[in-house]
């Protein structure tokens, strides 16, 4: 009887702690184009605020990790300012596998500004970086305040950034954020411009944001927690 209840005692402590088991995520910023002055600001900040939320975060700018064996061992990528052609063709048939085995993909910023002559990527991500006029505060429209990445916000978030256009945007986006136009002066996609969305594709999930230019928006507690529920759900947290 002493046995069984110590059994029962060490099988409930187990399941405990594989409850508590975090996430692993590769965190990529390799560049090939423009490089983003506060690509370490945002390391260390995303290192941080991750780890509190129970994701354990590598940091890599090495395309030769989808190559390795131990690729396997992360639940997902975020892409933070990865710019130009950064996959030579052996590394670009690793990565889709990766994402295709259900991993989950998270953008961020100049994640949009990376490999224009890949369709795939292009359905990935959702949409590629077209243009952007300079740094200046304005108005986001929040279209979804259910979502773990915007649900803390208002109808309203009032942010300064730099502020992408785009192109090629995929169909189906679920689309979080919509960018006033009217705020700020630049903008070249009219009343529909989104900014932040998610979505399932390629088997997985994935989010994008194109928030995440300055060094300061590191440090916005809004942002923060913008990319902390974005990052929960692609990993599905």
């Not at 990529?28 to 290192?47: C, L, M, S, W």
Request: charged letters at 20%; hydrophobic letters at 40%.
């Amino acid at each position: 009887m002493k046995a069984a209840y110590i059994l029962l005692v060490f099988l409930f402590c187990f399941s405990l702690a594989g409850a508590k088991e975090g996430k692993k995520l590769l965190l990529f910023t390799k560049t090939a184009g423009y490089r983003h002055d506060n690509i370490p600001k945002g390391v260390e900040t995303i290192q941080g605020l991750f780890a509190k939320e129970g994701i354990t975060v590598r940091h890599s700018e090495d395309a030769a990790v989808f190559l390795s064996d131990s690729i396997a061992s992360f639940d997902g990528v975020l892409f933070f300012s990865t710019t130009g052609t950064i996959f030579n063709s052996e590394e670009k048939l690793a990565f889709q596998k990766f994402i295709e085995s259900g991993k989950g993909f998270m953008g961020i910023h100049a994640a949009s500004d990376t490999e224009f002559d890949w369709p795939w990527y292009n359905q990935l991500v959702g949409a590629y970086f077209m243009s952007h006029p300079r740094v200046q505060e304005a108005k986001l429209q929040v279209l979804n305040r259910k979502h773990k990445a915007t649900r803390h916000l208002g109808k309203i978030w009032m942010h300064k950034d730099e502020w992408y256009d785009f192109k090629n945007v995929q169909e189906g986006l679920h689309v979080l954020m919509n960018l006033d136009e009217t705020s700020y002066e630049g903008g070249k996609m009219g009343a529909v411009h989104p900014i932040a969305w998610y979505r399932k594709v390629h088997g997985t999930r994935m989010f994008y944001t194109g928030l995440g230019h300055t060094k300061e928006s590191f440090d916005s507690p809004d942002f923060q927690k913008h990319i902390i529920g974005g990052v929960k759900y692609v990993l599905g947290m």
